[in-house]
């Protein structure tokens, strides 16, 4: 599939995908006439080193779209190859440092690289990633709906617990974040950050979903 966590919200505001810009075709850029500098300016996308499309605006480190020429966030490569094992670390390592959007985007890539019997399981773990963003930018609406589709995307798994991922810790973390969304503001990203994986378990057995 294309599509990535970002697509269910992921991005830096609603409807920034945060992984490339729209087709400019679609605003006008085949077949447009009398494109001014500035319009011609906005309709070409942005690419990575590989030719990727992929914004270069900066971020700050909640994810949100700073303008350009702003110091930002670093992002984090797009496509990088690791284990799940050495996913989940770095997840884990950005989540640790108050930075859930960085996380998201290690854990869509792999989604994006996983086995079909493992993809709701990664796209479950970036769409936890993706709702603690919005709760720490003050969405409550926003991180809930993400929320509550990881915690559905996980729930399969919990039998398996793969990769020694605490599923049932991550559900239960979500929903208790879930219902303090109702009452409170902006949560603080690091202090609320989940736990992935149980403790000292390094397990690397494949999920077996149930069906």
């Known amino acids: 599939m294309a599509e990535g966590a970002a697509a269910d919200g992921a991005g830096g505001d ?5 992984r490339g810009d729209g087709d400019p075709a679609r605003n006008g850029g ?3 006439r009398d494109t001014s500098p500035r319009q011609a300016a906005a309709l070409r996308r ?7 499309a992929r914004s270069a605006r900066p ?5 949100r779209p700073l303008p350009y020429g702003s110091p930002g966030v670093a992002r984090q490569p797009e ?3 690791r284990t799940p094992a050495q996913s989940l670390a770095e997840a884990q390592r950005l989540l640790d440092d108050g930075m859930p959007f960085h996380a998201h985007e290690v854990l869509e890539d792999a989604w994006k690289a996983a086995p079909e019997a493992e993809r709701e399981l990664w796209r479950g773990l970036a769409q936890l990633a993706v709702g603690l963003t919005h709760a720490a930018r003050g969405n409550a609406v926003g991180g809930t709906a993400l929320l509550d589709r990881g915690t559905s995307a996980l729930a399969p798994y919990a039998d398996a617990a793969p990769y020694g991922i605490d599923i049932a810790g991550l559900i239960a973390w979500s ?3 879930t219902g303090r969304l109702a009452d409170s503001g902006a949560v603080p990203a690091a202090e609320t950050a989940p736990r992935l994986r149980t403790t ?3 397990a690397e057995s494949r999920p077996t979903p149930e069906g």
């Open 59 to 63: 971020r700050d480190g909640l994810g």
């Open 46 to 52: 942005d690419r990575d080193e590989e030719g990727r």
């Open 175 to 177: 929903r208790e974040l």
């Open 14 to 18: 609603e409807g920034d995908t945060g």
């Open 79 to 81: 496509g990088v190859a």
């Open 30 to 32: 085949a077949g447009a």
């Open 200 to 202: 000292g378990d390094t």
